[in-house]
């Protein structure tokens, strides 16, 4: 098994899945010379990257024999289980990338169980949708031994901006997740003004260049947000809890009175509530916080 590619110069691998990422990622990886294998269990779906240049698998087997390096990335953990049990013994000495989506306890059970095979194994998270894979927009986390991260930094930078976040195979799911957390909170704060100003006939669009004006605000908070959370003191440099309640209060009476939905009002109330029950009425708004690091009361 050769780890580089002699007429290319650069590392053969195999990539597993062709959904829409996987024939992203796929593509991304033949863009920067890397001679690649594919493997699909729709064989039609990766007609698209063979035009390319992609040699096709008919089996799993081959694609993984077929380089020293193998990426996958399917619909769950329970599919790259599937697909890559039959053919385990066929894992021993080479690394396996999954940069399938999941859970942290998935993430860690399948990295022991890969690692029991005798492969090295790199987890990851691609924080980025299909259409920016192989340009700098697109950030993809991972996790595993330095020596396999360090080995593959440059195939892996073929797909976008590599990040290695610690040996916990689980770090990469948690961090995910987190994102997750602040694209839909923000998405569905923006969602909910929209009803609001459509009950007054006010189109999105009227809404659209004031809303992306408050996150950019918002964005600029959050390095400082982050230490006071570190720091674990919540010193009020924008306003207090106290101030912002006034205005949560108001939001949650004009979403009544437009007769729309007004459970994310009353969420935001409710917690701001509690944090000013614990005594942190005139900290900053970072002190929710201590609201959201306990199970609902």
């Not at 980025?128 to 993809?140: D, E, K, L, Q, S």
Request: charge should be negative; proline fraction near 5%; charged fraction near 15%.
């Amino acid at each position: 098994m050769h780890d580089l590619d002699t007429d290319t110069g650069r590392t053969p691998l195999s990539v597993l899945g062709l959904g829409l990422m996987g024939q992203a990622l796929a593509a991304a990886f033949l863009a920067q010379g890397h001679p690649t294998t594919v493997w699909n269990r729709t064989h039609t779906k990766a007609e698209p990257i063979t035009a390319l240049g992609a040699q096709l698998a008919w089996t799993v087997r081959d694609a993984v024999t077929a380089s020293p390096l193998v990426v996958i990335c399917v619909s769950d953990y329970n599919s790259v289980r599937d697909i890559l049990e039959p053919v385990s013994r066929d894992l021993v000495g080479r690394t396996l990338v999954n940069l399938t989506s999941g859970t942290s306890q998935e993430a860690r059970e399948t990295a022991k169980w890969a690692v029991d095979q005798g492969a090295a194994y790199l987890g990851g998270a691609i924080m980025a949708v299909p259409p920016a894979i192989g340009t700098a927009n697109a950030t993809i986390l991972y996790s595993g031994p330095t020596t396999a991260f360090d080995q593959h930094q440059q195939t892996l930078s073929s797909l976008g901006g590599p990040v290695y976040v610690g040996a916990d195979h689980g770090l990469p799911s948690l961090f995910d997740a987190a994102a997750l957390s602040l694209v839909w909170s923000t998405l569905n704060g923006f969602l909910h003004g929209a009803a609001l100003l459509g009950n007054a006939g006010i189109p999105a669009t009227a809404f659209a260049h004031l809303a992306k004006t408050g996150i950019e605000t918002v964005a600029g908070w959050v390095p400082g947000y982050a230490q006071q959370i570190d720091d674990g003191t919540y010193p009020a440099t924008e306003s207090t809890v106290n101030t912002n309640l006034a205005g949560m209060k108001h939001l949650l009476h004009e979403s009544h009175a437009a007769d729309i939905n007004t459970e994310l009002p009353e969420l935001l109330t409710t917690l701001a509530e509690r944090a000013v029950a614990k005594g942190h009425g005139n900290n900053s708004y970072a002190a929710i916080i201590e609201q959201l690091r306990h199970p609902t009361p």
